[in-house]
């Protein structure tokens, strides 16, 4: 089974237009694969391809406020794992001296 999939194919799918893709791949939002000049998204990437769609199609957002947006959320996320491991520490010493951030 192939873990990626032609943009081609996508743009049938999704409905979508291809210039959109090749706009969501310039701005490194994707990160295609190409084999035989045939350029293929990984299906981990699919998830964040059908957001950004639904973000473009269904909200009306346009690229520059779709990549501010999956920065925050980014950087969002990142600070939540952050937090989890401070947690985690914290909730482990009984001496705030031993802590090593």
Do not use: C
């Given at each position: 089974?192939?873990?990626r999939?032609?943009?081609e194919?996508?743009?049938?799918?999704?409905?979508?237009?291809?210039?959109?893709?090749?706009?969501?791949?310039?701005?490194?939002?994707?990160?295609?694969?190409?084999e035989?000049?045939?350029?293929?998204?990984?299906?981990?990437?699919?998830?964040?391809?059908?957001?950004?769609t639904?973000?473009?199609?269904?909200?009306?957002i346009?690229?520059?406020?779709?990549?501010?947006?999956?920065?925050?959320?980014?950087?969002?996320?990142?600070l939540r794992?952050?937090?989890?491991?401070?947690?985690?520490?914290?909730?482990?010493?009984t001496?705030?001296?031993?802590?090593?951030?």
């Amino acid at each position: 089974m192939s873990e990626r999939i032609s943009i081609e194919k996508v743009v049938q799918i999704y409905n979508i237009d291809d210039h959109f893709v090749h706009e969501l791949i310039a701005s490194e939002l994707l990160h295609p694969q190409t084999e035989n000049s045939v350029q293929y998204i990984m299906y981990e990437e699919l998830p964040h391809l059908e957001r950004f769609t639904n973000w473009h199609y269904d909200l009306e957002i346009n690229l520059p406020g779709i990549e501010i947006i999956h920065k925050l959320l980014s950087q969002i996320e990142e600070l939540r794992n952050e937090n989890r491991r401070l947690s985690q520490i914290s909730q482990k010493l009984t001496n705030w001296e031993e802590a090593d951030f």
